[in-house]
């Protein structure tokens, strides 16, 4: 006997049909979830029977049928329906569930499977409009014909798991970003092994950041050359600082050397030569003495009025510092003829974890290393830490006042990068201190997306810069990296030489000296100088 639309009934639980993917087209939301509903068919039986066709193929309700099993029930209530058993219809009766992510996406997904790119046949007159059913379907979340056509795509071309899809639908993901991933990026990132989709698929990325990576070193495999000059401002040369004795035009001229060489058992950095990493060394007597060995090549291109400073940290074992800088100072002094000046501390307001398992104080110092080459001839301007009063200003609108409310008179703003300058500057106090913020090196990152492993702090140069160096010297970082040291060095008007063993970070420097050309400001350099070295304080007017 045909069953009616809607008829209830009561049946033997084992009557009912159960399909696979219609049981799991929805995710189990929690184990508390379950718990609860199951509670309830404990006290109260089955108030919401089942949804079956008139063959009693389950098409909704499987969380119920399985746990009224678990509960030992022998009968079932059931709602027959006179309809095809389908997943869209599934989906049309949960349109108020509460859903996972997962389910959000594999509803997407049917739709747009579910509907025909081409229907058959169809009365004249009749148009078939793929798009407008679709669209319908969703619910208008997509309106435009370009988005279903790029959903389609997306679900033609997507990983096993959806996760494109899935991060369209629950994650916010741009379609156009998505779009170009399957059709430009996704090939380029696997052919050249760059790793960014293993890290999507892992969850680390989005899909704007994917992206974004990729073009990133897609550029910077095509532009600068091992040798990248900057007439009268700056070389960086791709190789090992070692080589630099046998760069003849670089001898003696160099008039401060400012550098951070690799953390011993810190950091890993990248490289595509065949060799062993330095500070990865068994031990830090074998790594200073690298060093050591290292400065002795370079040394070469020093003038007898020049300055090194070498940043470095030490490294701790167990809960124990190694004292990296102690033995790399000591190498170097054996190994070269450069004289040791004194040791200058970077204190660090705001130290990055160090994620160690030994518990001990926060280290929030490094140490700056400085040497020179002839003590009666090294060149240094007093400009630090200054003990002259500070006046303190309020900034009230466009005006400036002291703390009795009486107006300054009206001085020039710096731009951005002068004005980050001279701040740092104005906060350095306390003798053999330099107090300098980690964090973000933004320019780098604006050079780069991925940044550097270990980049330096965007202000930490400054200051040995300023005390060591007049306009047009040449300033010379050999683990060039990011160039920080050379953006800061051409924002003061000096010249910059930079090498780097690393093609990828090679390049990336290049990229932040070249961004560096749009920030270089005369007259702001000019007024920082004037802040810096004037004899005269403001006065109020």
């Not at 009749?126 to 798009?131: D, G």
Request: net charge negative; with cysteine.
């Amino acid at each position: 006997m045909k069953k009616s639309m809607g008829q209830i009934e009561v049946i033997k639980i084992d009557q009912v049909v159960e399909v696979e993917n219609f049981k799991t087209f929805y995710q189990i939301q929690s184990e508390e979830s379950e718990e609860q509903l199951k509670n309830s068919l404990k006290a109260e039986g089955q108030l919401i029977p089942l949804v079956v066709t008139s063959d009693y193929t389950l098409v909704d309700g499987y969380r119920r049928l399985n746990l009224l099993s678990e509960l030992g029930s022998e009968n079932v209530k059931v709602q027959v329906v006179e309809l095809n058993p389908t997943i869209d219809l599934r989906v049309s009766l949960n349109t108020y569930r509460v859903k996972t992510d997962l389910d959000l996406t594999n509803e997407v997904f049917q739709v747009l499977n579910s509907v025909p790119k081409r229907q058959g046949k169809r009365p004249e007159g009749e148009t078939y409009n793929r798009y407008e059913i679709i669209q319908k379907k969703l619910e208008y979340r997509w309106k435009s014909n370009t988005a279903i056509r790029q959903l389609d795509k997306i679900v033609e071309n997507d990983f096993e798991d959806k996760l494109l899809l899935n991060g369209v639908v629950t994650k916010g993901w741009s379609l156009t970003d998505c779009e170009r991933y399957i059709d430009e990026l996704r090939e380029i990132d696997l052919e050249k092994g760059y790793g960014f989709t293993d890290q999507l698929k892992k969850g680390g990325l989005n899909i704007s950041q994917v992206n974004k990576f990729i073009i990133d070193r897609e550029f910077l495999a095509n532009e600068y050359q091992d040798t990248f000059v900057i007439p009268e401002k700056s070389t960086s040369l791709r190789m090992n600082c070692t080589d630099i004795r046998n760069q003849v035009e670089f001898h003696s001229s160099v008039d401060t050397l400012m550098t951070s060489i690799p953390y011993w058992k810190l950091r890993n950095y990248e490289h595509e030569e065949d060799y062993s990493q330095l500070g990865h060394e068994e031990t830090p007597q074998e790594f200073a003495s690298k060093i050591g060995d290292i400065f002795a090549d370079i040394e070469v291109s020093l003038k007898d009025s020049s300055n090194v400073f070498v940043n470095i940290g030490d490294t701790y074992v167990d809960g124990c510092a190694m004292d990296v800088p102690d033995l790399v100072k000591r190498s170097i002094l054996e190994k070269t003829n450069l004289v040791y000046k004194e040791t200058l501390i970077w204190s660090k307001p705001n130290p990055k974890p160090i994620n160690e398992n030994v518990k001990r104080p926060t280290n929030k110092i490094e140490y700056i290393l400085w040497f020179v080459v002839d003590p009666t001839e090294a060149k240094y301007n007093m400009i630090t830490y200054t003990d002259r009063p500070k006046n303190i200003k309020i900034t009230n609108g466009a005006k400036d006042v002291d703390e009795n409310g009486v107006v300054w008179e009206k001085v020039k703003s710096l731009s951005k990068p002068y004005q980050k300058i001279y701040n740092h500057i104005s906060q350095q106090e306390v003798e053999h201190m330099i107090v300098c913020a980690t964090g973000k090196n933004v320019p780098l990152y604006k050079a780069h997306s991925e940044g550097h492993p270990a980049a330096m702090a965007e202000l930490l140069p400054v200051l040995p810069i300023m005390m060591t160096t007049d306009e047009g010297d040449l300033v010379y970082d050999p683990f060039g990296g990011g160039n920080t040291v050379g953006r800061i060095a051409l924002l003061l008007n000096r010249n910059y030489l930079s090498t780097e063993l690393s093609n990828h970070y090679h390049k990336v420097g290049c990229k932040v000296i070249e961004n560096t050309l749009d920030e270089i400001n005369q007259s702001d350099f000019e007024t920082l100088m004037s802040k810096v070295f004037g004899d005269e304080i403001e006065t109020a007017a």
